[in-house]
């Protein structure tokens, strides 16, 4: 038995186990020199968030952007994604979503039993299905199921459930910190970043490492506010613009009187510490709520947009961090 069995991790509700073959686990290492990298998921279509995420990100001076898939869904106009993505030279990989789009499935492989979340998961899925088109489609079908990068003497790991699923949700309340370390051991992996909940949240692995759930930028993480957020990552006393930083939704302030609400992982061997910032940001979500509805979209989706609060989809997420929202 894993320790993920000993039901440590997941809280999961997934469609399929389709465990990934190990040549998709274990992509090359590519060594970079970058200082800072900024990583989100879950766009969601929202390229209006997209835009705003990618100018923040430089301004604040990530030499490399990484997006961790699910491009369509939620929002409106799913073929303005891809375009900005590579305009931008964000390195992609693909997430349930983009999976099952590119493969013609019938669902995204969320695995969604409640009734009315079904209801609204099949509409936003043959919405984005309709309108992505072929060549975006094939598109999605290239992207890697992971990335590795060699960042500062560190391996990080980038995936979109979790490593070993494509579509594993974890959330911050139901991975013990025994199942990340295991996880990342498992996979060979300092630093391990994720996405697929829309939930952003980290923790410090026994190893010194960091095991992070990026969020994503299609939507706010159900906290009330409309900002989105994405995911610095770090080497110690890398310079730039200081970012608003929490540990998750549920923290939204830095500590007082501490660093900032910066968290340093110890680096051992001598190679440079990393550290993982998360990243509010605005953007013209009155825009996007109009053109959400000129598409027709589910009023409970734009009202999300609105309130910065989730309305739907809400059976995956396990108690403490349901107790949060509104819904
Ligand atoms: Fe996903």
Same mark, same amino acid.
Not at 106 to 113: F, I
């Given at each position: 038995m894993t320790p993920g069995e000993e039901g440590g991790g997941a809280g999961a509700v997934a469609a399929t186990d389709r465990p990934q073959a190990a040549e998709e686990r274990d992509p090359e290492v590519r060594a970079t020199d970058a200082r800072r990298i900024a990583v989100f998921g $879950?766009?969601?279509?929202n390229w209006r968030a997209l835009e705003a995420v990618v100018e923040d990100a430089r301004r604040r001076g990530a030499d490399e952007l990484y997006c961790l898939g699910d =491009?369509?869904?939620? $929002?409106?106009?799913?073929?303005?994604i891809p375009p900005r993505l590579i305009d931008a030279d964000v390195r992609t990989i693909r997430g349930n979503y983009d999976d099952s789009i590119s493969r013609g499935l019938?669902?995204?492989?969320? $695995?969604?039993?409640d009734p009315r979340d079904n209801h609204f998961a099949r509409l936003s899925y043959r919405y984005t299905f309709r309108n992505t088109s072929e060549r975006w489609r094939e598109w999605m079908g290239t992207l890697p199921e992971q990335r590795r990068i060699e960042m500062a003497g560190r391996e990080v790991l980038m995936c979109h459930g979790s490593p070993r699923r494509m579509n594993e949700f974890l959330w911050e309340s139901t991975s013990s910190t025994q199942f990340l370390d295991w996880m990342a051991r498992e996979h060979g992996a300092d630093v391990v970043l994720c996405t697929h909940t829309g939930i952003h949240w980290k923790r410090r692995l026994s190893g010194g490492g960091w095991f992070a759930?990026?969020?994503?930028?299609?939507?706010?993480?159900?906290?009330?506010?409309t900002d989105v957020w994405y995911t610095l990552l770090s080497?110690? $006393?890398?310079?730039g613009e200081e970012p608003t930083s929490a540990s998750s939704p549920g923290e939204r302030e830095a500590p007082?009187?501490?660093?900032?609400?910066r968290d340093r992982s110890t680096g051992d061997g001598g190679d440079a510490a990393l550290e993982v910032e998360f990243v509010p940001v605005s953007y013209d979500h009155e825009a996007l709520a109009e053109e959400m509805r000129r598409e027709e979209l589910p009023e409970e989706f734009v009202e999300t947009i609105l309130?910065?609060?989730?309305?739907?989809? =809400?059976?995956? =997420?396990?108690a403490k961090e349901r107790r949060r929202g509104r819904h």
């Open positions: $879950g766009v969601y279509s =491009l369509g869904a939620f $929002g409106p106009n799913p073929d303005r019938d669902d995204c492989q969320c $695995g969604y039993t759930n990026v969020g994503c930028i299609g939507r706010p993480p159900n906290d009330g506010r080497t110690e $006393g890398d310079g007082a009187g501490g660093n900032g609400g309130t910065g609060w989730w309305t739907t989809c =809400l059976e995956v =997420l396990p």
